[in-house]
C-alpha cells in the first residue's frame, strides 16, 4: 500500500521536521516513542481491538474510525464536533499511501453510510473489513498524524487564549514534563477533545478543549507535580461539559471512561 515511504522512514522525517522547528521547543519523539503513544491512544479509544477501528457510537450521528476514532461525516452533515476523516486521508496522500481503492472511488470524500443502521450492516461488508484492515495496517501513520496535529495546535490556541504568553509558557512547560509523558498528554486530549477554539464546539458558550484545560490549569495550579495537575484540569473540564450538554446527548454515560482515560496522564510512559 506504501507508495516510495516505508512507515518508518515516513515517521522518521516527520520527527525530524518538527525537531527543527526552531520556534517550536518541543522534546524530540523517538520512534519508540511514537509507537507507544500511538498504541495508547488505540487501547484508550479502542482497547486495542481491531474490529473497534470501525465504529458507530450509540447516540452519535457519524461513524469513528482508526486509532484515534476520527470522524467522518455524509455530504452537507452539520454537526458540533470537528469533522478528522478526510484530513487523515489528506495525510496519507501527502504520505505517498494508496488508499482502499472504493474510498479513492468516491466522487467526494464524504461518509457513504446514511444511517448508524446502514453503517451496521455493512459492518462484515467488503468495504468496511477492507478499511480495518488498512487501517490496522497503518497504525504508525496515524499516529504521527495525531502527533502533527498536537503540534500545529498552539497557534490556533493562542490567537483565542485571553493570556496568550502565559497559555504558551504553560503548553511547553506541559510538553517537557517527564518525557514523554506531557507529550502524549497533549498529544492525546487534543486528539480526543480537539483545541477547543471552534465556535461550534461548545455546549452553553465554553469549550472543553486544550485551551479550557489549559486555561483551568492556569487558575488552580498549586506547587505540587505537573502531570496530576493536567490531569485534574482535564476533569474538571469534562465535568463541565456535561453538566452544560443537552440532556437528550446523555454524556454522563461516557464520564467515568473520560476521567479513567486522564488517569493515563498521571503515570510515568
Known amino acids: 500500500m ?3 515511504l516505508s512507515f518508518t522512514a515516513c515517521l522518521l522525517s516527520l520527527l525530524l521536521s518538527c525537531s527543527q522547528a526552531p520556534k517550536n521547543p518541543l522534546p524530540g519523539l523517538s520512534p519508540a516513542q511514537t509507537l ?10 479502542c482497547n486495542l481491538k481491531i474490529q ?3 465504529s458507530w457510537n450509540i447516540g452519535e450521528d457519524f461513524p469513528s474510525l482508526g486509532i484515534g476514532h476520527f470522524i467522518w461525516y455524509r455530504q452537507n452533515q452539520q454537526e458540533v464536533f470537528v469533522e478528522s476523516f478526510p484530513a487523515l486521508l489528506d495525510f496519507y496522500n501527502s504520505q505517498g499511501v494508496e488508499l482502499p481503492a472504493w474510498i479513492s ?5 464524504d461518509s457513504p453510510w446514511p444511517t448508524r443502521e446502514a453503517f451496521l450492516a455493512d459492518l462484515e461488508g467488503e468495504r468496511l473489513q477492507q478499511l480495518r484492515d488498512f487501517l490496522y ?4 501513520l496515524q499516529a504521527g498524524f495525531i502527533i502533527e496535529r498536537m503540534q500545529a495546535s498552539l497557534p490556533r490556541l493562542l490567537r483565542e487564549a485571553e493570556n496568550p504568553e502565559e497559555i504558551q509558557s504553560l503548553f511547553y512547560e506541559v510538553a517537557n514534563s517527564e518525557p514523554p509523558l506531557g507529550m502524549y498528554a497533549l498529544i492525546d486530549y487534543v486528539n480526543f477533545k480537539g483545541e477547543g477554539v471552534s465556535p461550534s464546539e461548545r455546549y452553553q458558550g465554553e469549550g472543553w478543549g486544550l485551551l479550557q484545560v489549559l486555561e483551568t490549569l492556569q487558575q488552580t495550579r498549586n506547587d505540587g507535580a505537573l502531570m496530576p495537575q493536567f490531569a485534574e484540569a482535564a476533569r474538571t473540564v469534562l465535568a463541565r461539559r456535561v453538566a452544560n450538554a443537552p440532556a437528550e446527548r446523555g454524556e454522563q454515560r461516557w464520564l467515568d471512561g473520560w476521567n479513567k482515560r486522564t488517569r493515563t496522564y498521571e503515570t510515568p510512559l
Open 137 to 140: 495496517d497503518t497504525r504508525e
Open 2 to 4: 506504501i507508495k516510495h
Open 52 to 54: 473497534c477501528l470501525t
Open 105 to 109: 472511488a468516491l466522487p467526494e470524500r
Open 36 to 45: 507507544r503513544i500511538g498504541d495508547l491512544i488505540f487501547a484508550n479509544e
